[in-house]
């Protein structure tokens, strides 16, 4: 059974920076790709970033030049590293994971990132 557990989430002040983990058990598969969305209240979840198996990435226009996305396979784990934190990223943060043949997404619980003074 896959879980995936985020962590690193808390309020910090804009212009701030967190760097989130999630870390995934039970993997029987190595992920095609690895990801964060977020939520924030009242608005529909949105891709923050991927990154693929080959370590393409691709982010979303908003986090462009501010977040960073990795992944250690050996660890099966994923990071994002957020600098320069806006109110606007306020949300919860989920990371996510697909397995290939068939495919399937895998999610985590989420984590609250709060940018607030």
């Known amino acids: 059974q896959v879980q995936l557990v985020e962590s690193g989430g808390g309020l910090v002040q804009p212009g701030g920076s967190l760097r989130l983990s999630c870390a995934a058990s039970?993997?029987?598969?190595?992920?095609?790709?690895m990801g964060w969305y977020r939520q924030a209240p009242g608005k529909q979840r949105e891709l923050v970033a991927s990154?693929?198996?080959?370590?393409?990435?691709n982010y979303a226009d908003s986090v462009k030049g501010r977040f960073t996305i990795s992944r250690d396979d050996a660890k099966n784990m994923v990071f994002l590293q957020m600098n320069s934190l806006k109110p606007e990223d306020t949300a919860v943060y989920y990371c996510?994971?697909?397995?290939?043949?068939?495919?399937?997404?895998?999610w985590g619980q989420g984590t609250q990132v709060t940018v607030s003074s």
């Open positions: 996510y994971v697909d397995r290939a043949g068939p495919f399937y997404r895998y």
């Open positions: 039970g993997m029987a598969f190595s992920p095609y790709a």
């Open positions: 990154i693929m198996r080959v370590g393409s990435t």
